[in-house]
């Protein structure tokens, strides 16, 4: 076997974090997941309905490159009524095979070889590989939970070379499920104009939100004309395996965009799409009765895990929390394989989501309230033991 065969840049790569970790979990009976980011909601019936009648109809073709007018038609509506954003159907909004593939073309468009995107940690897996797949350099900037795991305008000034690019954003965000003010990102925004900075604004999450409305990065004065506007159906809708996103931009970076995506995935979904076009004509209370749900079970694991001693950060949406374990002298990754092993309880190392959150687990509270109380129950003792472990090492000394 000629090991040249593979390119470097992709041998280089590491793997997952999340999917490394999580084959693990397969094939083990009586584990209770806290990590993988899905909604435990299958479908609401009307879309998925929808989506059988069209392939009942015999409507299995492709569809333009830019996905099914219908859809971006209804995007567009639905981003102006409720947001005051308008996008030309046309010119101006893509349909893609879920927000990964929207990310990876939206770097693919913009980059040039050797050029920078600033992307705050914790960060979701997959941001700095599809840079450097790109030719690009992904710039990590760390934040702390001193500053509620958000990137300030200071650091993001420090970041700032003649090489940046652009800004890749999330929020809320994966791993901690914190979000920004308007004040926040309008500060954020004044650095980004300075600099002439594409802001590539991932906002998967921005339906799932609690404590305050969503301010979409292309509302901020000036914004749109430099902004990526990244969403999909996904996790409001809980349709991941549908696979359906979808990016707004300015018409030139959408036009590069979609050549890229017409040389390589060709086209979404038509069953796909269709159940889109249902999801936003009837699932608005859908929606809001999965989001009251996540709510209830934040609520619940939040203090949970204040109470046991693993301090974390309130979400303000998403469905995450990024608790600290500093507590318990592990790693991120001892932690997890032991609570998986001793317990049965699988959370994601906090390691996966930047070097320098080796303290932290993220834990996702996508499944059922009874599934949250178990495991709940088993991290305390867990906890128990590992305390009274540590103290009896303590004393030993």
């Not at 101006?92 to 939206?106: F, K, P, Y």
């Not at 979409?216 to 159906?233: D, H, Q, R, S, V």
Request: charged share 20%; aromatic share 10%; hydrophobic share 40%.
């Amino acid at each position: 076997m000629n090991d040249n065969f593979v390119a470097k840049k992709v041998k280089n790569l590491a793997p997952s974090g999340i999917r490394a970790f999580f084959e693990l979990v397969l094939g083990m009976d009586d584990v209770i997941s806290l990590g993988v980011g899905e909604p435990d909601f299958i479908t609401p019936w009307r879309i998925r309905e929808t989506g059988i009648f069209s392939l009942e109809q015999g409507l299995t073709s492709y569809t333009s490159n830019k996905g099914l007018y219908k859809l971006r038609l209804q995007i567009s509506k639905f981003l102006s009524r409720k947001f005051g954003l308008d996008y030309c159907a046309d010119q101006e909004i893509l349909i893609t095979v879920g927000v990964s593939e929207a990310l990876d073309l939206a770097v693919r468009a913009i980059l040039n070889q050797g050029e920078e995107i600033i992307i705050p940690q914790p960060c979701y897996v997959s941001y700095g590989p599809v840079v450097e797949l790109a030719g690009g350099v992904p710039i990590f900037v760390p934040t702390t939970e001193e500053n509620g795991f958000k990137i300030n305008p200071k650091q993001l000034e420090s970041a700032c070379t003649k090489k940046t690019k652009g800004l890749l954003l999330n929020y809320p965000c994966n791993p901690t499920g914190v979000s920004y003010t308007k004040k926040e990102l309008e500060a954020i925004n004044r650095v980004c104009k300075k600099h002439n900075l594409v802001v590539i604004s991932d906002e998967i999450y921005g339906d799932l939100t609690y404590n305050h409305p969503h301010i979409p990065y292309p509302m901020l004065k000036g914004a749109k004309e430099y902004t990526i506007y990244l969403n999909g159906f996904s996790k409001a809708y809980a349709m991941t395996g549908w696979r359906i996103g979808y990016a707004c931009g300015p018409e030139n970076i959408i036009s590069a965009m979609t050549k890229i995506h017409q040389y390589t995935m060709l086209c979404a979904s038509i069953i796909s799409q269709i159940a889109a076009c249902e999801a936003l004509h009837s699932g608005k209370r859908d929606v809001a009765r999965m989001k009251q749900e996540y709510n209830l079970r934040k609520n619940f694991i939040f203090s949970s895990f204040n109470e046991l001693g693993l301090k974390c950060i309130e979400p303000h949406g998403a469905f995450y929390v990024f608790p600290s374990i500093e507590q318990t002298g592990l790693s991120s990754l001892e932690f997890a394989n032991r609570l998986l092993a001793e317990h049965k309880v699988a959370v994601v190392p906090g390691v996966a989501f930047g070097q320098d959150y080796d303290n932290y687990v993220r834990v996702s509270y996508a499944t059922n309230y009874s599934q949250l109380k178990e495991a709940i129950k088993r991290i305390k003792i867990f906890m128990r033991d590992i305390l009274k472990r540590n103290r009896f090492e303590y004393n030993k000394k």
